[in-house]
């Protein structure tokens, strides 16, 4: 697969910009026997907030992230509706037991997710986050942050505060901030759906700042679970959702929400197609199950170590073909050489490169796995002991 794109900053109509006031709700039709009611004021824009002007634009190759690739997004929203469950938000006429949420009501959607998405400025650099507990924990992309220590954040009702960055793993593109809850005031947090339970069809919505355009929501469908995509230290991600619902540059590190308004994954990347640096209906997230897994140890100080195989693959019939086994890695110490074909690790067959990676993604560094392959037309086994990941792929 063409390698999927990042996105960077600089936007050509930064300071420019006009801010759009959001129309307030739609009036509800009353019964035909009764006469209409009055039409709904406007409602008054709210004055832009620091991040008014927002950044956009550029793309750069995911290899390239750690040369510095910065995510973008900017919110810069009216918020006029205090935070409330979607099923409060709008009732459901055909079944007043099934809340909008189920329904997949998307404008209800958004009015309970909305409050929880923030934007964030970090250096030069900005990009999208979400509210995971109203403690102050804020989940956005590593490559968003950078290398920055704090950040700003600004919230869709324009609170702008201070935020520590607390951890940051660019294996899996994701990073954790605090924000101080005294500061920031109330916080409306977003929950975390069960990924591995997602499914192609489903509907799928986003929420971001796509070129600089605050509080945007889109949506669309899953289009596809289990994708892999090149993380920032050039490591596969494994087990991303791809989705259609139109993400840009600026919708890096925002959520991907489910019919429920719970996040199924983190907008990360987009692939584009010939000329085009926008959506051309190909997102991708890292899936909240990833999320759950790292931030809480970044949380708690912990620098993520991941097994490591030291070996580069091509599609083979009935297998991996080695392309290059990493000179002083675990493979190549194992004995494992160019040309060779892996046909199976620790009993699992493999049917393609990405399935190597999958079969160590789960292991840690000092295991033992045991590499089925296939040499000059014989088998053989080989013993691996999995090491701890470069800080960058070689």
Known sequence: MTDPLLWLHGDPTEG??????????????????????????????????????????????ASLVTAGALGLGLVDA??????????????????PTLSARQRGDVAAIYRAASPAVVSIRAGSGSGTGFVVDTDGTIVTNAHVVGGSDRVEVQFADDRTVRADVRGV????????????????????ALELADSDG????QLAVAIGSPFGLPQTATSGIVSGTGRHIQAPDGFQIDRVIQTD???NPGNSGGPLLNANGQVIGVNSQIQTG????????????????????????????????????????????????????????????????????????????IASPDDVAAAIADRAPGDAVELEVRRDGDLRTLDVELTARPEQAP
């Open 16 to 61: 420019r910009r006009v801010r759009v006031p959001e129309p307030g709700a739609d009036p509800v039709a009353p019964p035909p026997a009764d006469p209409p009611p009055a039409p709904t004021p406007p409602t008054t824009p709210r004055r832009s907030g620091r991040f008014g002007a927002a950044v956009a634009g550029g793309l750069v190759s």
């Open 198 to 201: 997602v499914r192609t069809g």
């Open 274 to 349: 010939g000329t085009s640096q926008g959506n051309v209906g190909i997102g991708f997230a890292v899936p909240a199950n990833t999320v759950r897994d790292v931030i809480p140890r970044l949380e708690r100080g912990e620098t993520i170590r991941r097994a490591y195989l030291g070996v580069s693959t091509a599609e083979a019939n009935g297998g991996a073909a080695v392309r290059e086994a990493t000179a002083g890695g675990p493979a190549a110490r194992a004995g494992l050489r160019t040309g060779d074909v892996i046909v199976s690790v620790d009993g699992d067959r």
């Open 169 to 188: 793993d660019t294996s899996s593109d994701l990073a954790v901030l605090h924000v101080d809850p005294g500061a920031a005031g109330s916080l409306t």
């Open 78 to 95: 009216s918020g006029d509706e205090p935070p409330a469950s979607i099923a409060a938000a709008q009732q459901a006429p055909s079944d």
């Open 245 to 247: 619902a139109p993400i």
